[in-house]
């Protein structure tokens, strides 16, 4: 049985879902624009912003990064390959140019993830499809998905750095785990039965 604490921080406006892993890591920052918002729910659970250690991306997306500068203090982990357009400020790659949304203040990267990594408890998949540095992490019981999977059957969209194949592979490997639980990038979470939404995400491939 996992021993992690996960808090589910639900994204708001433009913001991705964040998690709050053990006090000390949060997975994801949402777009940046929400402050308050943010760190309100922290300090709701007795967590300073100033608290987090590490921040892990799940991918480069705006919408996942662009609260990163929120975080000095913190170190800053995304996949290697997904740690090139944040470098770069490349608007195109984070998709940062299709909403509106330029990459400021957002371009340290301190750790390049790789798969089998470990984050505490969690070990780091690497899911390409949504982009090609996406990652999930999985401690044996609790997935957090970032946006290869929903809740529901959904998958991320491929048109924006993504690939059909890539993401249609990762799905399929990801339903060869135990999945008790999902932490999606957006929108609500799964409890109990997260391989049975994974097996429908797959079905709509």
Known sequence: MSSNEIIFILGYNYDSNCYLI?????????????KEYLFSK?????????????VVNTHCHFDHIGG???F???????HKLDAIPIRNEDTLGTAG????????????????????????????????????????LWDGENLIS????????????????????????????????DVKNIYPG?????????KDHIKLSYSIL
Do not use: W
């Not at 922290?42 to 590490?54: A, S, T, W």
């Not at 390049?112 to 780091?124: A, R, S, Y």
């Open 146 to 177: 970032g946006d290869t999977i929903f809740a529901g059957g959904g998958v991320g969209r491929m048109d924006i750095g993504g690939n059909y194949q890539d993401m249609k592979n990762s799905v399929k490997r990801l339903m060869e785990l």
């Open 22 to 34: 053990n006090r000390n890591i949060l997975v994801d920052t949402g777009a940046g624009e929400n």
């Open 97 to 136: 140019s299709a909403f509106g949304f330029e990459n400021v203040n957002n371009t340290r990267v301190d750790i390049e993830l790789e798969e089998g990594d470990k984050i505490g408890d969690f070990e780091v998949i690497h899911t390409p499809g949504h982009t090609s540095g996406g990652i999930c």
């Open 42 to 54: 922290l300090r709701e659970n007795g967590v300073e912003p100033e608290d987090i250690e590490l």
């Open 186 to 194: 957006h929108g609500p979470i799964v409890e109990n039965n997260g």
């Open 68 to 70: 990163n500068h929120l």
């Open 72 to 78: 000095p203090n913190a170190k800053i982990a995304v």
